[in-house]
């Protein structure tokens, strides 16, 4: 289901399962995850709240990268693609990944739009395939 911002997916697995698959998937579809923000733990740690299990994969595919940078070296403010990974308060695990159509909105560029319109391809299958 797309929303707002994102791609997003109730799925049928725990919290850690969906974090295996997502990255699995993202690899699948040329993706690299350049960084994992642990949002319950740096919480914690930082000013001492108890959040939930919520995490922030930022996740790139090089080729993509590549291109779009040399389209427009802005888009690099929007980068990594992320992909969240949290329960909700039903206990449901959520996956949601960045809608990169709507990303992409903020920049008046044609060339980074049509590939714009080939990432999103490429995470809603990521997000469809857990």
């Known amino acids: 289901m797309a929303k707002e911002l994102g791609i997003e997916k109730i799925v049928d697995l725990s919290y850690e399962d969906a974090i295996t698959r997502a990255k699995d998937e993202l690899k699948k579809e040329g993706f690299g995850v350049l960084t994992e923000i642990d949002v319950k733990k740096t919480l914690q740690e930082k000013i001492g709240v108890d959040f939930e299990k919520y995490i922030i994969l930022g996740a790139c595919n090089p080729q993509f990268a590549h291109k779009t940078l ?3 070296k802005d888009v690099g403010l929007l980068l990594p693609c992320n992909v969240i990974v949290y329960e909700n308060k039903e206990g449901q695990t959520v996956v949601s990944a960045v809608e990169p159509l709507q990303m992409m909105e903020l ?5 980074v739009k049509e590939i714009a319109k080939e990432v999103s391809k490429k995470l809603h299958q990521v997000i469809n395939s857990i």
């Open 70 to 72: 040399t389209a427009n």
């Open 107 to 111: 920049i008046d560029n044609a060339e």
